[in-house]
């Protein structure tokens, strides 16, 4: 058993909102890269399952992005993790999901249980007096809720911002800029990778975010949202079943919905990671498994397509027997076919029998859990594909909701191959995890 540290305590935030795009990652981003550029050290994390605001908070803080979320982690999960930032750390930021409410667990759950301060992030363009009414419902919705005050975002004027001074705990108006806004597409905002401007971006909004009170908060006033993490309960050696294993990990902009958790998981377990691009054409090196992670392959199809040398290392890998685990996007790829949205069909890699389409709306979306002999793996589904096989599912994951919608993601096995749309958070299960890349293994 591992000896925990001391407890500690440091300022931190919990930046939240009213409701989606109102603007909580621009915030948070630039929170944390304004005390970053000052030569803070600054850990930032996620509520929730989400893979893609956390490339920009990394790109903001330098340092690996890590999720909390009081179901798919776990509360001992997240304490521990935000108590070791705190160790090492002058101003933790977690950016919230969803509106501060919304969910099972929400972002206001974890503020209470954690005793994170929250920031009220609203989008003030189409309001005024509303302001100081929707802020006020936020604090004292739910008694208890720590609080350290609202933001108001995308403000029209010098005069307009001076119409929501009003509200309670106001620390200030962030004007509508294009300078800093951050592009969307389907399944959330684009990757912090591909924009050559991301870090002016995120420069541009902590420059505006430091003419507010909020941007002009010194080492002295931030004390006020000191929190105490208290040292985590010593926590089981994971044993090292992948030791003397290297697992080959799919990494470009078409395979990027990695959890550093989840790579810090496969080192615990023993495992020496290799990264690859089958963007680039690259073949699998050397390896005992394979992890295929999700990302956006529908938007390079027609690149994967033509990846032949990929292709035929996977297909080889396979047929000598050696473990495939294929995520969401990392699973696409392996059909007959590809459809996009644009009416274009793709022969992709025949690894597995179907066809994926794209669809225009968001097929599912929801935490899961995949239970397998050697344990539960935690997780969610996003996707806006559908897949057709005639492979029957080897197992379902299950879902956590009950009714319509609640059906579990199929699990697709093909000799050494298995594929889901599941989207695994490996820590919450390190002997689950280690059973997806060991040959011979039982579903």
């Given at each position: 058993m591992e000896t925990p540290p001391l407890s500690s305590t440091c300022p931190a935030v919990l930046?939240?909102?009213?409701?989606?795009?109102?603007?909580?990652?621009?915030?948070?981003?630039?929170?944390?890269?304004?005390?970053?550029?000052?030569?803070?050290?600054?850990?930032?994390?996620?509520?929730?399952?989400?893979?893609?605001?956390?490339?920009?908070?990394?790109?903001?803080?330098?340092q690996p992005v890590h999720n909390l979320d009081l179901w798919m982690t776990g509360e001992d999960d997240a304490r521990a993790r935000l108590h070791a930032a705190a160790l090492e750390s002058d101003l933790i930021v977690?950016?919230?999901?969803?509106?501060?409410?919304?969910?099972?667990?929400?972002?206001a759950d974890l503020a209470q249980r954690l005793g994170l301060p929250v920031l009220a992030v609203i989008d003030a363009s189409a309001m005024a007096g509303t302001f100081g009414a929707l802020a006020f419902g936020m604090q004292h919705?739910?008694?208890?809720?720590?609080?350290?005050?609202?933001?108001?975002?995308?403000?029209?004027?010098?005069?307009?911002?001076?119409?929501?001074?009003?509200?309670?705990?106001?620390?200030?108006?962030?004007?509508?800029d294009a300078a800093f806004t951050l592009p969307e597409r389907h399944l959330g905002l684009t990757v912090a990778a591909e924009l050559p401007d991301a870090l002016a971006r995120l420069d541009a909004a902590a420059d505006a975010l430091a003419q507010t009170p909020l941007g002009r908060m010194d080492g002295a006033a931030l004390s006020r949202?000191?929190?105490?993490?208290?040292?985590?309960?010593?926590?089981?050696?994971?044993?090292?079943?992948?030791?003397?294993?290297?697992?080959?990990?799919?990494?470009?902009?078409?395979?990027?919905?990695?959890?550093?958790?989840?790579?810090?998981?496969?080192?615990?377990?023993?495992a020496q990671l290799a990264f690859f691009s089958p963007l680039a054409g690259e073949p699998l090196p050397a390896c005992d498994a394979a992890w295929l992670p999700g990302g956006y392959p529908e938007l390079h199809a027609a690149t994967l397509a033509t990846a032949t040398t990929s292709r035929a290392s996977l297909v080889a890998h396979v047929q000598a027997g050696r473990p495939v685990w294929a995520e969401c996007g990392g699973m696409m790829p392996l059909f007959d076919q590809l459809a996009t949205l644009d009416g274009e069909t793709h022969a992709m890699w025949g690894v597995l029998p179907g066809?994926?389409?794209?669809?225009?709306?968001?097929?599912?979306?929801?935490?899961q859990q995949l239970v397998l002999p050697q344990g539960v793996l935690r997780g969610h589904t996003f996707?806006?594909?559908?897949?057709?096989?005639?492979?029957e599912p080897a197992c379902r994951t299950e879902s956590t909701r009950g009714g319509a919608g609640g059906r579990g993601e199929a699990v697709y096995r093909c000799g050494s191959l298995r594929a889901s749309y599941f989207h695994a958070w490996f820590a919450s299960s390190p002997e689950a995890t280690a059973s997806l890349f060991l040959a011979g293994e039982a579903a």
């Open positions: 930046v939240a909102a009213p409701a989606s795009g109102q603007g909580k990652t621009t915030v948070a981003a630039a929170l944390a890269r304004l005390h970053a550029r000052a030569g803070w050290r600054v850990r930032a994390f996620k509520c929730g399952p989400d893979f893609l605001d956390p490339h920009w908070l990394a790109l903001a803080t330098g977690v950016e919230g999901v969803m509106g501060l409410f919304d969910g099972e667990p929400s972002a919705f739910r008694p208890g809720l720590p609080w350290a005050g609202v933001l108001a975002n995308r403000v029209a004027s010098a005069r307009h911002a001076q119409m929501l001074e009003g509200a309670e705990g106001f620390l200030g108006a962030v004007m509508r949202w000191v929190v105490p993490f208290e040292a985590p309960a010593p926590r089981a050696t994971v044993p090292p079943l992948l030791a003397g294993k290297t697992v080959a990990v799919a990494r470009d902009t078409a395979f990027c919905f990695i959890y550093p958790a989840n790579l810090d998981v496969l080192r615990s377990l023993g066809r994926v389409t794209m669809q225009p709306r968001l097929v599912a979306l929801g935490p996707h806006y594909s559908r897949c057709e096989s005639p492979l």
